[in-house]
């Protein structure tokens, strides 16, 4: 018999009121069914035995032994928080998060390119270093839920990018920016894989992690980035760049004031 059980506490489904029953008739009723003072007499429908098959039978104490049991047992250089996170899942979070920050790597090396003296695109180089920060913080976002449902982080090597962005036919702006929208879809397909893994495992927490933290977004990235390339082509490779520079630097504050 379980503590609740022998209190006689065991939970039991309540039928709420037909339709059309007054509110003071449902309450006189439930008042009626309640024992009275004194009184030995319980009501049939409080009786721990009476209508077994609709009761929700909840006994804490019992149902938590094989997890203290597990929770105890376990050693510090494991986390005692994890709770149904499959390795797959684990081992794909540290991937992207790989990703996240490579990506991140390559528009500093944009960054970097496009502030040259003998470049001079602020406005490019300001928007990418903002790019640059704004991938690091999505690989933030997954150390964070990594450690959330104890998993280990692990970092892997990053890929060293190119450095020389330089493009006569079409312009240093335009291969810039398709550059950009080739890793923006590239990074929203990665997205989608781990999303699959997500769902194989039925992991419904990280699938909702992946829909509304880093999805979400990226699809307005790559709609963000498409854009420019399409204005890009539209206005060539001389004063028009100048101007989309000037564009992109109202976008990002910090270059604005420099
Ligand atoms: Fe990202």
Not at 198 to 217: I, R, S, V
Request: glycine fraction near 6%; proline fraction near 4%.
């Amino acid at each position: 018999m379980s503590a609740l059980t022998a209190l006689g506490l065991s939970c039991q489904l309540v039928r709420a009121p037909s339709v059309g029953m007054s509110a003071q008739r449902a309450h006189l009723q439930q008042r009626a069914a309640m024992p009275q003072p004194g009184s030995d007499v319980k009501p049939a429908d409080m009786t721990p035995s009476a209508g077994a098959s609709q009761t929700l039978n909840f006994e804490p104490f019992q149902e938590v032994k094989d997890e203290l049991v597990q929770v105890s047992q376990a050693p510090n250089s494991e986390s005692y928080g994890r709770l149904d996170y499959h390795q797959e899942c684990e081992e794909g979070v540290n991937d992207q998060i790989n990703i996240e920050l490579t990506i991140s790597y390559v528009y500093h090396a944009l960054h970097a390119f496009a502030d040259r003296d003998n470049v001079g695109l602020p406005g490019f180089a300001a928007w990418f270093k903002n790019e640059s920060d704004e991938e690091r913080a999505h690989a933030q976002l997954l150390i964070d839920f990594q450690n959330k449902r104890g998993g280990r982080v692990k970092l892997h090597t990053l890929m060293s990018p190119e450095t020389e962005f330089a493009n006569s036919d079409k312009g240093d702006g335009l291969y810039m920016m398709e550059l950009v929208l080739s890793l923006e879809k590239l990074n929203f397909h990665k997205l989608r894989l781990l999303h699959d893994i997500a769902c194989k495992h039925d992991d419904a927490e990280f699938a909702d992690f992946l829909e509304g933290q880093l999805l979400a977004p990226q699809s307005r990235s790559v709609k963000e980035v498409a854009e420019y390339v399409s204005q890009l082509r539209r206005v060539g490779k001389g004063l028009g760049v100048f101007q989309f520079d000037q564009m992109l630097a109202g976008l990002v504050p910090a270059a604005a004031a420099a």
